[in-house]
């Protein structure tokens, strides 16, 4: 059984006064991303973790939501084992997420904004841990893009899904970048998709380079 307890700020009576202790406490800021709540609208989360003054608890906390009138508020607790921060945080966004996902079918992030004590390869594995359905979503989430004319690859499953196909192996973490800078002088951009690997201008519909098989380039080391 979870150790964690959520707390919904709708169900007032369920707002913690032991979380409540911790609401004037330092907190650690864990990191801020947004998710999609519809085509149009997206849902920016942010996280911090604080510890009760007493030490017995870690409470998790979400910011003030104005347009909602909702003030900064605690949303899970889990008592104290002598864990350090990190695993806390780990902990208490895990089944965080995965209440929200039962219960308001919460998305998982689009993006990644900002970083704090957790890092982007432990939120990218959270992401993996509650939604495992989205590693076998082989959906590409693009918009159009003026400069230069074309298509812009959006998300970070997106981004993981093309260095997947364009690299061979498996594109997120702190290595990422580093994957990238080690192969792309290895590589030939495709002319007709600029790279991209998405065929056709904007209003037509994207599709896959015919060229390049939506690889965005070719290997031209010997």
């Known amino acids: 059984m ?8 709708y169900q007032r009576e369920e707002i913690s006064p032991i979380a409540e202790t911790s609401r004037g406490k330092r907190k650690l800021f864990l990191f801020r991303g947004y998710t999609p709540l519809s085509p149009a609208s997206s849902w920016e989360e942010e996280l911090s973790l604080a510890r009760t003054p007493d030490r017995s608890h870690w409470v998790l906390w979400r910011p003030a939501l104005t347009e909602l009138e909702i003030p900064r508020h605690a949303i899970a607790l889990m008592p104290n084992r002598g864990e350090r921060p990190r695993q806390a945080a780990i902990t208490l ?14 998305s998982p992030l689009l993006e990644i904004l900002r970083t704090g004590l957790l890092r982007t390869f432990e939120i990218e594995r959270l992401n993996d841990e509650v939604w495992p ?9 693009v918009r159009p893009n003026d400069d230069p004319p074309g298509w812009e690859i959006v998300g970070r499953k997106s981004r993981r899904l093309k260095g997947r196909v364009t690299y061979g192996i498996e594109m997120h973490g702190p290595h990422a970048d580093f994957v990238r800078s080690l192969f792309d002088p290895l590589r030939t951009p495709c002319d007709p998709c600029l790279g991209s690997g998405i065929y056709g ?3 037509d519909e994207p599709a896959p380079c015919p060229i390049c098989q939506g690889r ?3 290997w031209t080391a010997p």
């Open 93 to 106: 966004v895990r089944e965080v997420w995965k209440t929200e996902k039962a219960t308001t079918d919460l």
């Open 201 to 203: 201008l904007p209003p």
């Open 216 to 218: 965005g380039g070719r």
């Open 2 to 9: 979870s150790r964690v307890t959520y707390l919904d700020y």
């Open 133 to 141: 359905e989205e590693a076998d979503d082989t959906t590409l989430l």
